[in-house]
């Protein structure tokens, strides 16, 4: 970090206009949740499980789960952690899972997988829900979600562990609030059907410019066609916020977009609540949102909309980002 940023680091996130932004932490396996505190995040936004699972060379128990997710959970008690489940397939391969697919970013992946391997989901929400025994902090996120029934069944999962430690055991643990990612195109249509079944909504924007382009996210051949800047995944960004806000369902965002001060300015022009990102992140984004007002997001946003192409969009965001210095 410059010295500059390290000096703002500890600063409170809000706009020159007094409008407070609360920044949260993208991270998987042990946060660095000091220097996370430290930079001011207020929680955890995604907390990647896969990350354990891919790590294992076989599927982690259910203790060795509890262990780890107490460990993130008390380290940032009372801020909420928004756990996913596992999210693997596409671009997350298990060494020990193989799955073979002509199309693996179109096939078996996130809750597609779990939801038909229901004892690999039941036993990892089981280990979130003891680990949050008397924290409370804890939130349920489920990716890759395409339909309502997906939503229905991973509840319907979800509630049944919890009556099972509350009936079986006597844990006394608060019911989690569970959200659904919207990262999927046809999620972006479904907004108000999902506000009447999730308790909230947190944008992959990694993977839905990957399916609104139709372009691989890690694949260098296309790679320059890859961006979150592009008009179409802005304008669908723009809808998800106004759809929420109008269902008044709460909706953050956590994919890599947050994470760069030009996009994080935009989403804020948007009406996201909070920003999830790395903590390499934090400090960048935070000095770009204090130097901005949220008229100066709303009018940046209202000029990149007009953009035909992405390299338009990209030419108004940096000069503007030159002008906040
Ligand atoms: C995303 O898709 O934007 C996201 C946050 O999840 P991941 O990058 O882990 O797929
Ligand atoms: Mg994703």
Not at 29 to 48: I, K, M, P, S
Not at 263 to 271: F, P, S, T, Y
Not at 301 to 315: F, H, I, M, N, Y
Request: net charge neutral; with cysteine; proline share 5%.
């Amino acid at each position: 970090l410059s010295e500059a940023l390290e000096a703002e680091a500890g600063l409170p996130c809000i706009t020159r206009d007094g409008h407070r932004v609360p920044l949260l932490l993208n991270t998987g396996l042990a946060a660095d949740h000091a220097r996370a505190l430290a930079y001011g995040a207020e929680g955890v936004g995604l907390y990647r499980t896969e990350v354990q699972f891919m790590m294992a060379d076989r599927f982690p128990s259910e203790l060795e789960q509890v262990n780890l997710y107490r460990q993130q959970l008390s380290a940032f008690a009372p801020r909420e952690v928004i756990m996913r489940t596992l999210d693997i397939g596409g671009d997350k391969p298990l060494p020990y899972f193989p799955i073979e697919e002509d199309n693996p970013c179109l096939g078996w992946r996130g809750i597609r997988f779990t939801l038909d391997h229901p004892e690999i989901f039941l036993t990892q929400v089981r280990a979130m829900l003891r680990a949050s025994e008397g924290l409370d902090n804890l939130r349920i996120l489920l990716p890759m979600i395409s339909s309502v029934r997906e939503v229905e069944e991973a509840r319907a999962l979800i509630r049944r562990a919890w009556v099972e430690l509350r009936q079986n055991e006597g844990l006394r643990i608060a019911k989690p609030l569970v959200g659904a990612m919207i990262e999927v195109p046809a999620a972006i249509f479904q907004i108000r059907a999902l506000s009447e079944r999730v308790d909230y909504l947190s944008v992959g924007s990694n993977d839905l410019t990957q399916y609104m382009l139709a372009v691989d996210r890690d694949n260098p051949r296309v790679a320059r066609l890859y961006s979150g800047y592009h008009p179409s995944v802005l304008q669908v960004l723009a809808k998800i916020a106004a759809d929420s806000h109008a269902a008044r369902l709460p909706v953050s965002i956590c994919g890599e977009l947050a994470g760069d001060p030009a996009g994080a300015v935009l989403l804020l022009g948007m009406g996201y609540q909070n920003l999830s990102m790395n903590l390499a992140s934090l400090p960048r984004v935070k000095a770009a949102i204090r130097r901005v007002t949220i008229s100066q997001a709303r009018e940046l946003l209202a000029r990149v909309l007009k953009c035909a192409s992405t390299d338009q969009v990209v030419g108004h965001l940096s000069v503007f980002m030159g002008e906040l210095g």
